[in-house]
């Protein structure tokens, strides 16, 4: 009876391996593919109040999970003009909801811009990317403009470049977004905002972290040194506002933070607790910024968002049926969001990147994959090993 039960647990290790083997080692066309599976099950999440409960576990979850569904189909419709129009509903959909009394009821509407930094950036570039989807109408493009004049209006008038998302607190990594959605306005209306963004980027320069030449976590009430959670989202969005900047930026970044089993919240060298940024560490990776960093060495054509494509499709425990995906089983849906918006990853507005850039940067070589198939085979081989010991001992015994 034992053995058996070795035997169906070895064969149940077999398969495991085997499909875990074909996750990390077998070509796939494009990691996006399954985007518009995974939309369909975020869209029922949503309507069942998903939203509403990542809420409750941070600040932003009911913005992020709306936000990011959108920005997903933004995605897709612009790579698959045949899917531009349900893109443009579903974009149109999620402005609504973020728009919504829910939607505002975290941020302070008496700051500059309204809502704070925070949400009038991701809001600009969602509004944005319905415009960039080419089924807008007048009224779109009007609240687009005036949006965009009243971000830029607060970045002139502002002592600083990284503008409050909270009263009192300022994280620079929304800034970059709402100076982002000003680019991708210029890209997709008419040049109107380029001196902004270039006196941004200025200025940005100037307060870069002196520890990694990056820039900070956070600069009010306090500055504190570059962060994984933060940095890759930055790095998401600086190449929309300016590449050159964006390249020295993100060799830095993954210099100072990307590691083999991931993306550190900490610097190589130094570290420190997880928060609600970071989520949860592991040996001092964070997973969200693993997940967004997908994306951000995808808009750098970087073959890093391959590999940890891939990694994430291997233990993610995604579940693939004929309409919907899902990570985890589909228990944390803003992970689902983010994973998608990451895997489908493009810029808006730096459309002259081209896959030539690969070759400048590293990991491209498959040898990454060697821990991986080795902790996956390892249970298989040992109980495989054990039944033929096992085996073995018996015929001796018979022998004698």
């Given amino acids: 009876m034992l053995r058996k039960l070795v035997i169906g647990v070895a064969v149940i290790a077999t398969l495991l391996a085997g499909v875990g083997t074909a996750r990390l080692v077998l070509p796939w066309t494009d ?13 029922a999440e949503l309507e069942g109040g998903a939203d509403l409960a ?16 959108g920005l997903t189909w933004v995605q897709v419709g612009v790579d698959d003009p045949a899917r531009s129009a349900d893109a443009t509903a579903e974009v149109r959909w999620a402005l609504d909801r973020i728009a919504s009394a829910a939607g505002t009821a975290p941020f302070d509407e008496s700051l500059q811009p309204r809502y704070g930094v925070f949400y009038a950036g991701w809001t600009n570039w969602l509004r944005g990317g319905l415009i960039a989807l080419g089924h807008s109408d007048a009224a779109d493009r009007d609240t687009f403009a005036s949006e965009s004049v009243e971000i830029a209006t607060a970045f002139r008038t502002a002592k600083t470049p990284f503008l409050a998302a909270y009263p009192g607190q300022a994280w620079p990594v929304d800034s970059v977004v709402a100076i982002a959605s000003l680019r991708l306005y210029d890209a997709l209306v008419a040049p109107r905002f380029g001196q902004i963004a270039r006196n941004w980027v200025t200025t940005a320069k100037t307060k870069l972290d002196p520890a990694t030449g990056l ?12 962060r994984g959670s933060s940095q890759a989202m930055i790095q998401r969005f600086l190449i929309d506002v300016d590449p050159a900047f964006a390249r020295t930026q993100y060799e830095l970044f993954k210099d100072k933070f990307v590691t083999g089993l991931g993306v550190r919240e900490y610097p190589k060298g130094t570290s420190g607790p997880g928060d609600v940024d970071s989520g949860p560490l592991v040996l001092g990776r964070s997973l969200s910024a693993t997940v967004v960093t997908v994306g951000a060495a995808r808009v750098h054509h970087d073959p890093l968002a ?28 803003i992970g689902d ?18 896959s030539g850039d690969q070759a400048a940067f590293d990991g491209a070589s498959g040898w990454w994959r060697l821990p991986w198939l ?14 033929r010991l096992r085996h073995r001992g018996r015929r001796r015994k018979r022998g004698h």
């Fill in 54 to 69: 990542a809420q409750k576990q941070f600040p932003e979850g009911y913005f992020f999970l709306n936000v990011l569904y």
């Fill in 306 to 333: 391959d590999r940890l494509a891939r990694q994430g499709e291997l233990v993610g425990l995604p579940v693939s049926g004929l309409k919907t995906k899902r990570y985890l089983f589909g228990a944390v849906p």
């Fill in 374 to 387: 080795v902790l996956l085979w390892l249970p298989a081989l040992i109980l495989w090993g054990g039944l």
């Fill in 215 to 226: 820039l900070p976590h956070q600069v009010v009430p306090q500055v504190s040194g570059a």
């Fill in 31 to 43: 990691p996006a593919r399954g985007a518009v599976k995974q939309l369909a099950f975020l869209r």
């Fill in 337 to 354: 969001a983010f994973l998608t918006w990451s895997s489908s990853a493009r810029p808006l507005v730096a459309t002259d990147q081209n």
